[in-house]
């Protein structure tokens, strides 16, 4: 899990440099202004940065869940990129299903870093979680991966 996270925080960052450097650059090249001097700015970098390794850490809690590196894969994709958007789009409908899938791990990531391409089409039809409940709620996520795992992987590795 250490390795995860530290590697989260190295790949957050080099994608990070990478893509804020290059949109900081085309936008000085423009004539407009790139905020790297406000302070909001580097709050939601680092807010990126935490989502990223609590990703990371939902990861490394899933692999040692389930030991197909394959089917982890699978499974986070089918649910992230297929599941969970039907799910909100879903929950949507009514308010109390909508209060509900504010809970689902990409709506906490989403409300952590402020924004998805998911939220931006959703027009505002659903109240996001405040940025720090996000985390909260995503670190939640690891947390309760990484000891699901640790207690199958104990037993199974053991007996």
Avoid: C, H, K
């Avoid at 109390?96 to 990409?106: E, Q």
């Amino acid at each position: 899990m250490i390795a995860g996270g530290l590697f989260g925080i190295l790949y957050a960052a080099l994608a990070l440099a990478g893509s804020v450097g290059l949109g900081a650059l085309v936008l000085s090249l423009t004539g407009t202004d790139t905020l790297l001097g406000e302070t909001d700015t580097w709050a939601l970098i680092g807010r990126i940065i935490l989502a990223m390794v609590l990703w990371v850490i939902i990861g490394v809690g899933l692999g040692v869940l389930v030991p197909n590196q394959v089917a982890v894969i699978v499974i986070v994709l089918a649910f992230t990129q297929f599941l969970e958007p039907l799910l909100r789009s879903a929950a949507a409908f009514w308010e109390w299903t909508a209060a509900v899938g504010r809970f689902l791990p990409g709506a906490a990531g989403d409300a952590l870093v402020g924004s998805s391409v998911f939220t931006a089409f959703a027009g505002g039809a659903v109240d996001p979680l405040e940025w720090w409940q996000g985390g909260l709620v995503l670190g939640g996520y690891a947390a309760l991966f990484l000891v699901a795992g640790a207690l199958t992987t104990w037993r199974r590795d053991v007996t």
